[in-house]
């Protein structure tokens, strides 16, 4: 059977999905195929942000945050409560109804938006052919106008220490762990390692964090890396720097992590071990002989600026290219290449990509770093304003952290904005539609914000890199 569409789509998750509704709402006839395949068996659209990655840590993250809270932080607010217990099983539901709402909300919008589903693996042929194979084995070609590879992301394995799915596991697997492990490894101290070792921290488990960098999160502002450090650190979440890992063994007490740092060879014992060292693209086996589509060495589908591959109208977005592994990033590359196809302006602006961690407190950050500034030699002037000033704050009892604006010491635009602290993430969209904008940091002094909100730390720092904050001593 031979059908065409007008576009394509492989990959169903937050690169995938908006595409096909965007073409379909531009008036393209559009089908959708995704390979995922549960635990259980059965298919679901989303990818790993809606099923394994995103959206069930979020919910771990929130839950597992309240159970600490009602635990450490009621009594200060006055609240008492009885002896605070774990109901996994229960957190795990709720975690997994999240995601099946969700996902199964995808599919509730491609059957308004008139999208196609079709379950199965992807395989793209010269002349813009996918061949899909269903899990039964049956084999059908579909004919695409475009087609848009958004086939994502795999996370990494580390060859001295291989996934068993049960004591060493990805960070799909750490979501689902049925127990709380008392003693948890995490091998990798970047996002996924904070989150998911945060979740398990607040649970009960002892956590040591193994990080093969001497630097710890060397993408983001160091003044933040530093306070995000000191934080973790008063969490028992510190992660062991320069930590190299050769290998691992599984014994009667557990799983014994070798690894090497500065002070020599050192082991750690574990019941259960999570790898968390990055991820690669998911592109082994997309592409058949002679589609004109290029891979480079490290698995990443090669596109331009604009989505293009080399291959006449096949683009490719999300994880699968180059760029940060954002699922936001990779709604917006969606969205734009189905724009482009209709003959539509798109842009999307790889300098303000807003980069977040669900830690506590929250980690949120778009532009440069002042390190980057000072190796660019660019003039700039920093405005920092503590939580601990903040009256909403305050109130919430989550007075860690800062708002730190960076602007050009002449022109005065805001070239960066970085955020430790309650909601970072949300209020980071504040500084990146200003940045949008190209706004100076007098266009955000002379913007009323709301009194009392946590958006006040904004206000407040873009007038500190004046020197004229109000609600804080200037430096
Ligand atoms: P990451 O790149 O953020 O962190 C991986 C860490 O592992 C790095 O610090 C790296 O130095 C370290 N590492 C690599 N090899 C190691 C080794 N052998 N031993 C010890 N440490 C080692 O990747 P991640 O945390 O796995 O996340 C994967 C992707 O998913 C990232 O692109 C991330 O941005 C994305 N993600 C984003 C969010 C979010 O936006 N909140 C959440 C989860 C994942």
Not at 133 to 148: E, F, N, Y
Not at 216 to 221: G, I, K, V
Not at 314 to 329: E, I
Request: glycine share 12%; charged share 20%.
């Amino acid at each position: 059977m031979s059908e065409t569409y007008d576009v394509l789509i492989i990959g169903g998750g937050p690169a995938g999905y908006p595409a096909a509704i965007r073409a379909a709402q531009n008036g393209l006839s559009a089908i959708c195929v995704d390979a995922w395949q549960n635990r259980d068996g059965s298919s679901a659209l989303g990818g790993t942000c809606l099923n394994a990655g995103c959206i069930p840590s979020k919910a771990m993250l929130e839950s597992s945050e309240l159970y600490h809270r009602a635990q450490h932080e009621l009594a200060v607010h006055g609240v008492r409560v009885g002896a605070v217990t774990l109901d996994l099983p229960a957190m795990h539901k709720r975690r997994a109804g999240i995601v099946k709402g969700m996902t199964g909300g995808i599919a509730g919008l491609f059957k308004s938006a008139g999208v196609k589903t079709i379950f199965g693996q992807a395989q793209l042929l010269p002349g813009r052919q996918v061949q899909v194979t269903a899990r039964d084995g049956s084999m059908q070609t579909i004919t695409a106008r475009h087609v848009i590879i958004a086939s994502g992301s795999v996370p990494t394995a580390l060859n001295s220490v291989p996934f068993d799915g049960e004591r060493i596991v990805d960070s799909g697997g750490a979501l689902e762990l049925a127990e709380v492990p008392r003693r948890l490894c995490v091998i990798g101290a970047g996002v996924i390692g904070l989150e998911l070792g945060s979740v398990w921290r607040r649970l009960g488990s002892e956590v040591t964090l193994l990080e093969a960098l001497p630097t710890f999160l060397p993408m983001a502002d160091q003044q933040l890396a530093g306070e995000a450090a000191r934080q973790f650190r008063k969490q028992g979440l510190e992660p062991r720097l320069g930590a190299r890992v050769s290998g691992a063994s599984v014994g009667k007490d557990g799983v014994i992590v070798n690894y090497s740092d500065a002070k020599g060879e050192q082991n750690v014992v574990a019941d259960r071990v999570v790898i968390a060292v990055g991820r690669r693209p998911n592109t082994a086996g997309l592409l058949a002989d002679g589609t004109g589509v290029k891979i480079d060495e490290r698995g990443f589908v090669v596109v331009d600026e604009e989505c293009r591959t080399g291959a006449e109208n096949v683009w490719a977005v999300g994880d699968c290219v180059r760029g940060p592994m954002l699922a936001h990033k990779g709604k917006e590359e969606g969205v734009a290449v189905s724009d482009r196809i209709a003959g539509r302006y798109a842009h999307v602006d790889y300098a303000l990509v807003p980069s977040v961690i669900y830690t506590a407190p929250e980690i949120a950050w778009v532009g440069q770093t002042e390190e980057q500034l000072k190796a660019g030699g660019i003039p700039y002037k920093s405005g920092v304003f503590p939580f601990a000033a903040s009256g909403r704050a305050k109130a919430m009892e989550s007075t860690a952290g800062f708002v730190k604006l960076l602007a050009h010491r002449q022109s005065d635009a805001i070239l960066g904005v970085h955020v430790i602290g309650p909601m970072a993430g949300e209020l980071i969209a504040e500084a990146v539609l200003a940045m949008e904008f190209r706004a100076s940091a007098e266009d955000l002094q002379r913007t009323m914000h709301a009194h009392p909100t946590l958006a006040e730390a904004m206000h407040e720092a873009a007038l500190a890199t004046d020197k004229r904050a109000i609600d804080a001593p200037n430096r």
